[in-house]
C-alpha cells in the first residue's frame, strides 16, 4: 500500500465513481438526473480533497484501487474546508438534497463507536480487476494501520453483497440504519 498524491487524484476518482456508480448510499445523496455521473465524480473528487486534508488516502502497490480513510477527529474547520463543503453542496448534491444528505450524516455520526476512529469512508477497486485479492490486500493494509493507531476502524455499506467480505476481514456490524435502503454499520477494534 502507498500513500496517494495529488497526482493520483484522478485516478482515485476514477475508480471510485466506476465502483460506486450504482451504490444506493452514493446514489441517495445525488439528483438522479442527466449529471448523475459526472456528480459522482464530483463527490468523490470532494471526497479525495477531505481525506487528503484530514485523513490518509491510499492505492495498492499496483495502483489499481484504493482507500479513503477520514479521521473525525483531525476535522478542522478552515477556509479550505468550508469552500469543499459548499462546492459539495451546490455541485455535488444539489440545494434540494442538502438537508436529507445533513440528516443521514449526523445519524451515522451519532452512532460511530466512542474514542478515536479511522473512518474507512471509500474503498474501492478498478471494475476490470475485482476479484483477484487486490481490494482484500489493500484492506488488509488499512486495516494494520488503524490498529497501530490504537483506532476502531469502521465503516458503512448498502451493499448487501460486501458484507460477507467485511466480515472476512473481522468487521461486525453493530447498527443497520433505514434510508429507504439498509446500510449497515461495521466496525473492527
Known amino acids: 500500500m502507498i500513500r496517494a498524491t495529488v497526482e493520483d487524484k484522478n ?4 475508480i471510485l465513481s466506476n465502483a ?28 479525495f480533497d477531505v481525506c487528503y486534508l484530514m485523513g490518509d488516502v491510499f492505492l495498492s502497490d499496483d495502483k489499481k484501487a484504493c482507500a479513503l480513510i477520514l479521521l473525525p477527529d483531525k476535522k478542522t474547520i478552515s477556509l479550505r474546508s468550508i469552500l469543499l463543503d459548499v462546492k ?15 440528516k443521514r450524516e449526523a445519524s451515522i455520526n451519532k452512532i460511530h463507536p466512542q474514542g478515536p476512529v479511522y473512518y474507512l469512508w471509500f474503498i474501492g477497486v478498478d471494475c476490470y480487476e475485482q476479484g483477484k485479492g487486490i481490494g482484500s490486500k489493500l484492506l488488509t493494509a488499512v486495516i494494520e494501520k488503524g490498529l497501530q493507531q490504537k483506532r476502531t476502524i469502521c465503516l458503512e455499506t448498502s451493499s448487501i453483497r460486501n458484507l460477507p467480505w467485511y466480515e472476512k476481514h ?3 456490524i453493530y447498527k443497520e440504519l433505514d434510508f429507504g435502503y439498509r446500510l449497515s454499520c461495521l466496525k473492527r477494534d
Open 88 to 102: 459539495l453542496a451546490f455541485l455535488v448534491i444539489g440545494f434540494r438534497n442538502v438537508k436529507k444528505a445533513m
Open 11 to 14: 485516478r482515485i476518482v476514477d
Open 170 to 172: 473481522g468487521f461486525t
Open 20 to 47: 460506486f456508480d450504482d451504490n444506493k448510499s452514493v446514489n441517495y445523496i445525488i439528483p438522479q438526473n442527466a449529471k448523475r455521473k459526472e456528480r459522482i465524480r464530483k463527490l468523490m473528487a470532494y471526497s
